[in-house]
C-alpha cells in the first residue's frame, strides 16, 4: 500500500497562511530529512556535538527554494510535535543564511491562532525577546561547528522581514508550479 507523499501532495497554502511539514522536533539532536520524491523520513545526521534544535524545523509542501530543496521554516512552538505533523502556519520573518551549497534562507513562523493561541501577539522578529532573536542566529552558525568541512561556509546575514519571508514563499511556491507543471 503506497502512502501519500508529504512534499508532492499535502497542499502549501499560501503566503500568508501555510502548512509546513515537520521534519524534526523541538528538542531534537538528530538530524531528519524527509525524501521528497521517495517519501519518507531519514536519518540524515545526528548532531556532531551538544546542540538540540530550539524549534519545529521542517519544509513547506509544494514550494521549491534556490538549494533545491523545500523552502525550510523554522517553527516556534509551545511544544514538540513529531517528524510528518502537518501544521497550520504563518510567516514572522526570515533568517538569511548560505551554506556550502549556496543561499539556503529560513522562514521564521508561528502556528496559527487556532492551533496554538500563544503566539497572536508574535507578528515579526522584533516581537520576539532579543535573546530568543540571538540564540536563533548563534543556531544556525554552531550547528555545523564541528563539521569542518561545511562550518566556515555558513554565513549568516541577519533576519529578514515578515513581508520578505512572504515573498520568498511565493517565490518558491511558483517555482514548484513552473518545475512539475
Do not use: W
Not at 523552502?71 to 556550502?100: N, S
Not at 534562507?105 to 500563544?118: C, M, Q
Not at 522581514?161 to 512539475?180: Q, R
Amino acid at each position: 500500500m503506497k502512502g501519500i507523499n508529504l512534499y508532492h501532495e499535502i497542499p502549501a497554502g499560501d503566503a500568508e497562511t501555510f502548512h509546513m511539514v515537520v521534519d524534526l522536533p523541538k528538542g531534537s539532536s538528530n538530524k531528519y530529512e524527509y525524501d521528497e520524491e521517495g517519501g519518507y523520513f531519514k536519518l540524515d545526521r545526528v548532531l556532531h556535538h551538544q546542540m538540540f534544535y530550539p524549534f519545529d524545523y521542517g519544509f513547506i509542501p509544494q514550494t521549491h527554494s534556490d538549494d533545491g530543496d523545500a523552502i525550510d521554516v523554522c517553527l516556534l512552538t509551545t511544544y514538540p510535535t513529531f517528524p510528518g505533523c502537518v501544521v497550520k502556519c504563518r510567516a514572522i520573518g526570515m533568517l538569511k543564511t548560505a551554506d556550502e551549497k549556496g543561499g539556503d534562507n529560513k522562514i521564521l513562523a508561528v502556528p496559527v491562532s487556532k492551533v496554538d493561541p500563544r503566539f497572536n501577539e508574535i507578528n515579526s522578529v522584533e516581537d520576539l525577546p532579543k535573546h530568543v532573536q540571538e540564540e536563533l542566529l548563534l543556531h544556525f552558525k554552531e550547528i555545523k561547528k564541528l563539521e569542518k568541512a561545511k562550518y566556515d561556509k555558513v554565513v549568516i546575514n541577519g533576519f529578514g522581514t515578515a513581508e520578505e519571508a512572504k515573498a520568498e514563499i511565493g517565490k518558491a511556491m511558483d517555482a514548484y508550479k513552473a518545475k512539475h507543471a
